[in-house]
C-alpha cells in the first residue's frame, strides 16, 4: 500500500468511526449493530497499521546512500500516520511501556499530550485483566499473530470498556520489535464534576484550591480538639477525614522504637474487616519502599500513575497496590521522623498530583505536632495524676470513736493542697494544708511534707514537736517554699491541734453553735525556730471537726466577694445532726453556687464527728 493510498484509507476510516459515534448517541437503546461495525472498524484499523508497518520496513530496504534521510523519511511518515488515526493507537515495547501515543488517545483517557509515554501500559488496564493483558503480549511478540479482547481502562478518573487489538510492529531504529495496541471504546464512564484535573479551567482549579484549603481548616480543628489531646484519637480521626473525601485507603504507619510500625488502616466502606483488610494491616511496613523513602528523606512522594506495584510491599495475593487496585499513590512522613502516611486512589480516580502532595504534606506536619503533644499531654496529666495521688489518701481509714470523710477537688492546675488520716502512737493523726504557689515544684514540696509529718508521727505522741521537726527539714532543703499546715493528733475524745499558719478549724456543735479553733502560727520554711499554734479540743459524740483549705475560703464570686469563713459558719450551721459526708457535700455545693461552678485553687475539707 502507497502512502497516498494509506492516507486515503485513513481519511476513510476516520469517517466511518465518525458515524458510528453519531449512531451511538441517535440510537442508544440500539447497540448491538454498531457493535458490531464498530468491531469490524478495528480489524480495519489493524489492518492499516500491519500496513503501515509494512511500508516502514520497506521504506528501510529502500534506504539510499545517505544515512540521514531514509530514517527522516521514515519518521515523518509514522508521525502523519499517528497524527490521522482516529482511534486511540498505543505503540508499546516488549516489556508494555508505553513508547508513543496518538492525540486520540489522549483525548479518550483524558491527559495531556505525552503524558503517559514512559509509563507501564498494564496500570491502566483493569486489574483482573493484567495477567491476560500480559499473556496476550507476549504471545503477539513471539508468533506475530494479532489478538483482540475486551477489558477496561481507567484513567484520570474516566473508565472505558474497550476492544482491544494488538499488532507485532517492525519500527526502523528500534533494537527491538514493538506492539501496536489499538483500543476501540464500546463504553465510557466519564469523571464527575470534581475528579477532573484542576489545570482544565480556572473554575476547576479555584474549587481544587478550595477544597485543600477546607482539609487544611478542618484538620487544624481537629487536631486542636480538647479530646484530641487528653486521649489517642487524634491519628484515628485524621485518617477518616482523609479517607471520606481524599482517597480509597489511608494507611498510617508509626515509628515506634526506631522501625515503622502499622498503626491505622482505613478501607473503603465496600470492603469487609477480613481478607484484603487484614492482609494489608499485617503487612510490615518496614518491608515497603515507599515508605522507607519518605522517613529517610523527610519528604512525601506522589505516584500519579503506580509503575511499580511493589512499592507498598506484599500480601499473599501479591503486590498489595496491585490487590488493592491502585491507580495512584501519596506518601508523606508524619511530622519529621514521626511515621509516615500513605494515600491510595483507585484506578478510576483522578490521581493525585502536586499540589495535593503539598497540602497533604502539611496535614503530615499537623499530625506530628498533634501526636507530640498528645504524648506530652498525657505524660504531664501522668505525671499530675501521681502527684494528686501523693497528696491526697485514696481512701480514709476508720478512726475509732468517728466518722470521717473529706472532699479535694484539684483546681484548674496541678496545685499543692494535701490532706491525710494515719495511724499514730496510742491513736490516729490527721494533717491538712498546702505549699504557696503552684504546678509541680509546689506539689512535690506538699508531698514531701505531708510524707514527713506521717514518718514522724511514728515517733512522737505531739503533733507540735512533729510539726516543728518537719519545719527545720523543709528549711535545710532550701526550696524557697513555704507551707501552711495543721496537723492533730487524736487520742479518745482528744485532739491537740498544731497550727503553721493555717486557717483556725471549725467545731459544730449538736444544738448548731459553731466554734473556731485557735489556730495560727507562721508557715512551715520560713525560719528555722517554728512558731506554732497549740490548741486542745474535745471533741464529743454528736460534734464535728471541720478542716478546710485556702482555697475554699478564698473562693469569689462575680462581683469579686470572697467566700470567708463567716459564710462557712451559716453553712454548718445548717448541717447539724449530719454525717460528715454530708457536711462536706453541703459546704462544696454552697461554695460551688456562691461562685458559679468555678474553681480556681484546690478545694479541701476534712470532716471528723464524734460517734
Known amino acids: 500500500m502507497t502512502m497516498p493510498d494509506l492516507e486515503h484509507a485513513l481519511d476513510a476510516l476516520a469517517a466511518r468511526v465518525s458515524s458510528l459515534r453519531e449512531a451511538r448517541t441517535a440510537y442508544p437503546s440500539d447497540l448491538a449493530p454498531t457493535l458490531d461495525a464498530a468491531l469490524a472498524e478495528l480489524d480495519t484499523a489493524a489492518e492499516l497499521l500491519a500496513a503501515a508497518g509494512e511500508e516502514l520496513h520497506k521504506a528501510a530496504g529502500r534506504r539510499p546512500g545517505g544515512k540521514k534521510e531514509g530514517p527522516q523519511r521514515e519518521l515523518k511518515l509514522l508521525r502523519q500516520v499517528f497524527r490521522a488515526f482516529p482511534v486511540p493507537v498505543i505503540v508499546l515495547d ?60 481507567a484513567h484520570q478518573g474516566r473508565t472505558h470498556t474497550v476492544q482491544l487489538a494488538l499488532t507485532r510492529l517492525t519500527m526502523p531504529g528500534e533494537p527491538q520489535q514493538m506492539v501496536a495496541a489499538v483500543a476501540l471504546p464500546t463504553e465510557v464512564q466519564l469523571p464527575g464534576p470534581d475528579t477532573g484535573r484542576p489545570e482544565q479551567s480556572d473554575g476547576a482549579l479555584l474549587m481544587a484550591a478550595s477544597k485543600r484549603q477546607d482539609l487544611l481548616a478542618r484538620m487544624g480543628a481537629l487536631l486542636l480538639d480538647d479530646d484530641a489531646l487528653r486521649q489517642p484519637i487524634a491519628l484515628a480521626r485524621a485518617t477518616r477525614l482523609l479517607a471520606a473525601d481524599w482517597a480509597d485507603w489511608v494507611i498510617a504507619d508509626m515509628v515506634r522504637e526506631g522501625l515503622p510500625r502499622r498503626a491505622i488502616v482505613v478501607a473503603p466502606k465496600n470492603h469487609p474487616l477480613g481478607g484484603l483488610v487484614r492482609q494489608v494491616e499485617d503487612a510490615d511496613p518496614a518491608a515497603s519502599q515507599v515508605v522507607a523513602q519518605v522517613l529517610e528523606r523527610g519528604s512525601g512522594v506522589v505516584h500519579e500513575m503506580i509503575d511499580d506495584e511493589t512499592i507498598l510491599g506484599f500480601c499473599a495475593d501479591g503486590p498489595l497496590l496491585t490487590a488493592m487496585g491502585a491507580g495512584s499513590l501519596l506518601c508523606v512522613p508524619i511530622g519529621a521522623t514521626d511515621g509516615a502516611l500513605t494515600l491510595i486512589r483507585a484506578g478510576d480516580r483522578a490521581p493525585f498530583t502536586l499540589a495535593d502532595l503539598g497540602v497533604v504534606q502539611e496535614v503530615g506536619l499537623q499530625l506530628g505536632l498533634a501526636v507530640r503533644a498528645q504524648s506530652s499531654f498525657q505524660s504531664r496529666s501522668r505525671a499530675a495524676e501521681a502527684l494528686t495521688a501523693s497528696v491526697a489518701p485514696r481512701n480514709l481509714p ?36 498546702g505549699a504557696a504557689g503552684k504546678g509541680e515544684e509546689a506539689a512535690s514540696v506538699s508531698a514531701m511534707v505531708r510524707g514527713g509529718l506521717r514518718v514522724l508521727s511514728a515517733w512522737d505522741s505531739d503533733p507540735d514537736v512533729v510539726v516543728r521537726k518537719v519545719n527545720e527539714a523543709l528549711v535545710k532543703q532550701g526550696t524557697g517554699m513555704f507551707v501552711m499546715a495543721v496537723t492533730g493528733f487524736v487520742q479518745g475524745r482528744k485532739i491537740r491541734l498544731s497550727s503553721a499558719g493555717h486557717h483556725p478549724a471549725a467545731l459544730l456543735h449538736p444544738d448548731g453553735g459553731v466554734r473556731f479553733a485557735t489556730g495560727g502560727g507562721v508557715p512551715l520554711g520560713i525560719s528555722p525556730e517554728a512558731e506554732t499554734g497549740v490548741e486542745d479540743l474535745t471533741v464529743g459524740v454528736g460534734e464535728t471537726l471541720v478542716l478546710y483549705s485556702e482555697g475554699l475560703i478564698s473562693s469569689r464570686n462575680e462581683t469579686g466577694e470572697t467566700y470567708g469563713e463567716e459564710r462557712l459558719a451559716d453553712v454548718l450551721g445548717r448541717c447539724t445532726g449530719q454525717a460528715p459526708a454530708t457536711v462536706v457535700k453541703a459546704i462544696e455545693a454552697d461554695r460551688h453556687a456562691f461562685s458559679g461552678g468555678q474553681v480556681w485553687d484546690e478545694i479541701v475539707i476534712l470532716a471528723l464527728r464524734g460517734v
Not at 516488549?94 to 503524558?115: A, F
Not at 466518722?403 to 490516729?428: K, L, R
Open 94 to 153: 516488549g516489556g508494555g511501556v508505553i513508547r508513543r501515543i496518538n492525540g486520540e488517545t489522549s483525548r479518550v483517557l483524558g491527559s495531556p499530550d505525552g503524558y503517559l509515554v514512559g509509563r507501564s501500559f498494564p496500570l491502566l488496564v483493569d486489574v483482573s485483566r493484567r495477567a491476560a493483558f500480559r499473556s496476550h503480549l507476549t504471545s503477539v511478540l513471539q508468533t506475530g499473530q494479532p489478538a483482540a479482547f475486551e477489558t477496561r481502562l
Open 398 to 433: 476508720d478512726v475509732p470513736g468517728y466518722e470521717a470523710s473529706a472532699i479535694y477537688n484539684p483546681g484548674a492546675s496541678v496545685g499543692a493542697e494535701f490532706y491525710d488520716v494515719f495511724p499514730v502512737t496510742g491513736g490516729w493523726g490527721f494533717a491538712l494544708g
